[in-house]
């Protein structure tokens, strides 16, 4: 069974388009995450939350718009995509704020073209 | 402001040959410390983690890492690799007062000769 999914695995778009990555982990965590991963593998948070409470909110624009339906659930939209946009989105989940650890899905390949 | 340094890009061991990965960070505290691996087209995986007590921390597949804080450092040892160790190392430091957010190195990327 896997832990933390994400869909779609892979995301092409052209500039402009409106897109949404969805998260899901089925191991009763109640803090979930998204993370960036550029091309030079630096991996930067941009959102958390806790029982469906945002609770990080770095600095991203304001084109992506995170939504928790749930505790299980975590998505993320983004609008009027932009080359710089394109990058590996990682969902994470954890007990707890992170000290044990987190479990990461296995990330979306977005290419703004 | 806290920080993770991995000084080394990329690193090359033969297969059976001993590994060490460098983390260095700064915090005024001792941070929750965690080494994670990236398979190529996977997300990350934990390794291993130290939070207090024994300075010499096992984690999985063989991996030990030894917090060192006169140091600083965070390095992760294998005593011998195999070819599917290689991937892609994160160290990652967690403060332990606030907002619990993960700072990670920039990662340090392992090939391994057959």
């Known amino acids: 069974d896997t832990a933390v999914s994400q869909t779609p695995k892979y995301l092409v778009t052209q500039m402009g388009n409106d897109k949404s990555i969805k998260c899901e982990q089925n191991?009763?965590?109640?803090?979930m995450y998204w993370y960036k991963q550029d091309s030079k593998k630096f991996l930067k948070i941009m959102f958390s939350?806790?029982?469906?409470?945002?609770?990080i909110n770095e600095t991203v624009p304001n084109r992506f718009s995170p939504k928790s339906p749930d505790k299980a659930h975590l998505n993320l939209h983004i609008n009027s995509l932009e080359l710089g946009d394109s990058a590996v989105y990682f969902c994470?989940?954890?007990?707890?704020?992170?000290?044990?650890?987190?479990?990461f899905g296995s990330g979306t390949r977005l290419t703004v073209v | 402001a806290q920080s993770v340094t991995q000084p080394d890009i990329h690193i090359t061991v033969s297969e059976g040959a001993s590994l060490e990965l460098r983390c260095n960070y700064s915090?005024?505290?001792?941070?929750?410390l965690f080494w994670y691996v990236q398979s190529p087209g996977q997300g990350l995986q934990l390794l291993l983690k130290?939070?207090?007590?024994?300075?010499l921390v096992q984690g999985i597949k063989g991996f030990e890492a030894e917090f060192k804080r006169s140091q600083s450092s965070f390095n992760l040892r294998k005593p011998s690799v195999h070819w599917s160790d290689a991937a892609e190392y994160f160290c990652?430091?967690?403060?332990?007062?606030?907002?619990?957010?993960?700072?990670f190195g920039t990662g340090t990327r392992l090939k391994v000769l057959a």
């Open positions: 994470a989940s954890s007990s707890g704020q992170g000290d044990y650890g987190y479990t």
């Open positions: 191991l009763g965590h109640d803090t």
């Open positions: 939350y806790n029982n469906k409470e945002l609770i």
């Open positions: 915090y005024g505290a001792t941070p929750y």
């Open positions: 130290y939070f207090s007590g024994d300075t």
């Open positions: 990652a430091v967690v403060p332990t007062s606030g907002t619990y957010k993960y700072i």
